[in-house]
């Protein structure tokens, strides 16, 4: 579920960040959330202003809002395909961040939580293809280790099998409800998502790895090892971390 916290301002410190390291004829993957929003709306500002750049959106609310902006699109098979110009850097938000603590192993600082919009299996895709990826976020984010919720994308079909499966990896999942009708949230993608509770992640890796195994998993929320930097927006200015 999505997170809160943090102020807009910081938040549009962190987005316009990212959005200015977007150079003349980028193709530019662009995230879902409040605080890729506003790295969108920047890059609208820039395209009328000039900047020649293409966006490939990562789920229907970003489509909307970079098409508002001006921004030419591209679809994600026409990008990434045999003919097409590839992702040059994508601009995400975040539910979480790891920092890194003591003794983690070195993925573990840089290691994300994503999904809090039901966005993340388009989100990782994505992503994955950038050849630079920054993410985008404000100081609330930020977490020594991550600690909260996995969103797992499941198949309908197989939501019981994978609900057995988390617990046996130690998570407790709760079905997403939708908070304006009756019923679960249902993706882009036609799928369901499932919030997993494994308290404390001190191996992100690991648990991505044993997630991404289970039959039924469309995909999950841990992002790790594909973060190039961290643009973390305060009430004063924004700290640029590399991964």
Known sequence: ????????????????????????????GLGTGSTAAHAIRRLGERADAGLDVRGVPTSFASRELAAEAGIPLLDLPDAVGPEGPGIDVAIDGADQVATGAAGDDPLSGGALIKGGGAAHAREKLVDAAADRFLVVADPSKESPRLDRSVPVEVLSAGRTAVAAAVRDAGGEPTLRRAERKDGPVVTDNGNLVTDCAFGEIADPAALSATLSAVPGVVEHGLFVGLADEVHVGTESGVRVDEV
């Open 1 to 28: 579920m999505k997170t809160s916290g943090g102020s807009d301002a910081a938040k549009r410190r962190a987005g316009e960040s990212a959005a200015e390291a977007v150079t003349d004829g980028d193709v530019v």
